[in-house]
């Protein structure tokens, strides 16, 4: 297997997760937050994928989704357009309301397509490169993937386990 198709792999479970949480909900039940201040499915599938769109747009030198292709008019937030949910207040993951899933989902398979095309093209030394000289030790694309992985795979997790909730409750 060769690192293309290992990071294909990752974001497609990312997909699927993603798809497994959210898919056939309602607006309501995509916005129900289990406990005050608490995250609900509609924010973290939105965040997830804002983050993924935000970190490998970055790392390919390309456009994101979100503002290319029109999603962020779609959802018509009242967010800044370059806003990624991190660091977001209670009120501010309460404003993150979308009118379906497939609006959701939707967005994420745009990113999840980009991503893949991306990755696709990767090769083992392409993973060395450095994205980011902010951080010490300076992050590589590697790194960079991995980590975008991994926050994902988490908040797939939690909104998960927010859709148990609501179909338990």
Same mark, same amino acid.
């Given at each position: 297997?060769?690192s293309a198709?290992?990071?294909?792999?990752?974001?497609?479970?990312?997909?699927?997760?993603?798809?497994? @949480?959210?898919? /056939?909900?309602?607006?309501?039940?995509?916005?129900h937050?289990?406990a005050?201040?608490?995250n609900?499915? @509609?924010?973290l599938v939105?965040?997830?994928?804002?983050i993924?769109?935000?970190h490998?747009?970055?790392a390919a030198g390309t456009?994101?989704?979100?503002?290319?292709? /029109?999603?962020?008019?779609?959802?018509a937030?009242?967010?800044?357009a370059?806003d990624i949910?991190?660091?977001h207040?209670?009120?501010?993951?309460?404003?993150?309301?979308?009118e379906?899933?497939?609006?959701?989902?939707?967005?994420?398979?745009?990113?999840?397509d980009?991503?893949?095309?991306y990755?696709?093209?990767?090769?083992?030394g392409?993973?060395?490169?450095?994205?980011?000289?902010?951080?010490?030790?300076p992050?590589?694309?590697?790194?960079?993937?991995?980590?975008?992985?991994?926050?994902?795979?988490?908040?797939?997790g939690? @909104?998960?386990?927010?859709?148990g909730?609501?179909?338990?409750?």
């Open positions: 297997m060769t198709q290992l990071l294909t792999d990752a974001f497609g479970r990312i997909r699927e997760a993603v798809h497994g @949480a959210a898919g /056939g909900l309602t607006a309501r039940q995509l916005a937050r289990p005050d201040g608490a609900s499915i @509609a924010w939105w965040h997830l994928t804002r993924q769109d935000d490998v747009a970055g456009g994101q989704a979100w503002t290319e292709d /029109g999603w962020a008019g779609r959802f937030l009242p967010l800044d370059s949910g991190y660091g207040t209670a009120d501010e993951v309460a404003a993150v309301r979308v379906s899933a497939d609006l959701l989902t939707g967005y994420h398979d745009a990113v999840h980009r991503t893949v095309a990755v696709s093209t990767l090769d083992d392409d993973l060395e490169r450095v994205v980011d000289r902010s951080w010490d030790p992050v590589t694309l590697g790194v960079r993937l991995i980590s975008v992985i991994s926050d994902d795979l988490q908040h797939a939690q @909104a998960a386990y927010v859709r909730l609501i179909e338990r409750g």
